[in-house]
T-cell receptor, first 117, second 110 residues
């Protein structure tokens, strides 16, 4: 079974631009979560989608948005990029039944390393 | 908001047993305790999960006391390849977001 696939693996953008990152979950998984990881802040939760609906959102500005498609694939978008958005963006998938996601095993992709110049 | 507390870093030598303790005072009744491992430039990888007492798999053991306010991840006979960051997880009681703490950076020396 293929794992979680994130594209692209590396991305370089300049301030003010926007970026779209893609995540393909494991087949059969309906929940997709996004995390931002930086050396200073660690792993921070961005948002989670289940069956095309955003179930929860972390404490990030509105420049960060996401969506999930009917095939469970997900995209996240960051508009008006800032230098501080440079980070490793990780996507995780899980089966995602209604209920506590901490009790579910999360499967992570290798991430997209975004550099904002 | 349920939070976890772990040591920031630990050092060990190859062949030793390593125990990493996590405190989660506000863990919810229905929540399991879950640990992940992360290598540089990779996503975290599930290690082990338990609810109470002891759980063991091919990678690690997890010890959970009766009050469930803490847990200890035990890695038997570590090798250099076990050098990684280990996360103990909790759930934000307001929803479905899994919170990663700062993690414990384990460095295994030869």
């Amino acid at each position: 079974k293929a794992g979680v696939t994130q594209t692209p693996r590396y991305l370089i953008k300049t301030r003010g631009q926007q970026v779209t990152l893609s995540c393909s979950p494991i087949s059969g998984h309906r929940s997709v979560s996004w995390y931002q990881q930086t050396p200073g802040q660690g792993l921070q939760f961005l948002f989670e989608y289940f069956s095309e609906t955003q179930r929860n959102k972390g404490n990030f500005p509105g420049r960060f948005s996401g969506r999930q498609f009917s095939n469970s694939r997900s995209e996240m978008n960051v508009s008006t990029l800032e230098l501080g958005d440079s980070a490793l963006y990780l996507c995780a998938s899980s089966l995602g039944p209604e209920g506590s996601s901490v009790n579910e095993k999360l499967f992570f992709g290798s991430g997209t390393q975004l550099s904002v110049l | 908001l349920a939070k976890t507390t772990q040591p920031i870093s630990m050092d060990s030598y190859e062949g030793q047993e390593v125990n990493i303790t996590c405190s989660h005072n506000n863990i919810a009744t229905n929540d399991y305790i879950t640990w992940y491992q992360q290598f540089p430039s990779q996503g975290p990888r599930f290690i082990i999960q338990g609810y109470k007492t002891k759980v063991t798999n091919e990678v690690a053991s997890l010890f959970i006391p009766a009050d469930r306010k803490s847990s200890t991840l035990s890695l038997p006979r570590v090798s250099l390849s076990d050098t990684a960051v280990y996360y103990c997880l909790s759930l934000d009681t307001g929803g479905f977001k899994t919170i990663f703490g700062a993690g414990t950076r384990l460095f295994v020396k030869a």
